[in-house]
C-alpha cells in the first residue's frame, strides 16, 4: 500500500511509487490526483480514476503524448488501465 491510505496499487506501479510522500491535490476530471515528492527524484503526479471515466483518462494521457513535442506539458511516465 501507500501514504495515501490504502489504495490498491498493479505491482508495477507500487514498485513506481515506492518511498514517496502522497499529497492528495484537487483536478477537474473526478479523478484523484496525487502529488509525490522523493528526496532524490522529481516531483511526479498519480491520476487514478474511476472506471467511468477511464476513457477521458486515455484521451488525455494522448493529447500529452503528442503535445510533448510543442509545448511543456507533464511527461507520461505510466499508464495502467485495467
Known sequence: ???AGSIPLLPDLEAHTANT???ETSGESGSRV???THLTQPVR??????REIQRDL???RN???RLRHH???PQVQMVAIF
Request: proline share 8%.
Open 71 to 73: 509545448l511543456p506539458v
Open 34 to 36: 496525487f502529488r509525490l
Open 1 to 3: 500500500m501507500n501514504s
Open 58 to 60: 486515455r484521451l488525455e
Open 45 to 50: 503526479f498519480l491520476k487514478i480514476s474511476p
Open 63 to 65: 493529447k500529452l503524448i
Open 21 to 23: 510522500d502522497w499529497h
